[in-house]
Nanobody, 127 residues
Framework: QWQLVESGGGLVQPGGSLRLSCAAS????????IGWFRQAPGKEREGVSC????????NYADSVKGRFTISRDNAKNTVYLQMNSLKPEDTAIYYC????????????????????WGQGTQVTVSS
C-alpha cells in the first residue's frame, strides 16, 4: 500500500525557517519525481517545487525562488523542502505528491500530473 507522509510544519515568525519532509513507501521511490504543493484557504492548490527522480533537476515557483530548496534522499525514500525567509503569504497546507508514471529527468508544477498525495502539513507564518 503506497503512502506519502508529510511532517515538519508548524507556526513560525516571519523571516523564520522550517524544513518539511515527505516520507514515501509502497512504491519504487527512486523512479518517480516528487512535487510539493500548497493550498491556502479560499485559494487553488499551487505548485511550489518539484524534483526529478534522480534529484538533479528541480523547479520552483517564482514566489519561492531563492528562499526554498527541494532535495531528496533516495536511500531514505524522503524528499525535503527547506523553507527560509518565510513570509505570511507562505501560510498554507503543504502537500507532497508523486508524479504519474516513472521518469528520469522530468517533474512538473501542475497538480493534475500527480497521482499519489499525502495528507498535508500546516505551515503558519505569523508574528
Amino acid at each position: 500500500q503506497w503512502q506519502l507522509v508529510e511532517s515538519g510544519g508548524g507556526l513560525v515568525q516571519p523571516g523564520g525557517s522550517l524544513r518539511l519532509s515527505c516520507a514515501a513507501s509502497g512504491f519504487t521511490f527512486n523512479h518517480y519525481a516528487i512535487g510539493w504543493f500548497r493550498q491556502a484557504p479560499g485559494k487553488e492548490r499551487e505548485g511550489v517545487s518539484c524534483i526529478n527522480s534522480r534529484g538533479g533537476g528541480t523547479n520552483y515557483a517564482d514566489s519561492v525562488k531563492g528562499r526554498f530548496t527541494i532535495s531528496r534522499d533516495n536511500a531514505k525514500n524522503t524528499v525535503y523542502l527547506q523553507m527560509n525567509s518565510l513570509k505570511p503569504e507562505d501560510t498554507a497546507i503543504y502537500y507532497c505528491a508523486r508524479l504519474k508514471g516513472p521518469t528520469n529527468y522530468y517533474c512538473s508544477g501542475y497538480p493534475y500530473e500527480y497521482d499519489y498525495w499525502g495528507q498535508g502539513t500546516q505551515v503558519t507564518v505569523s508574528s
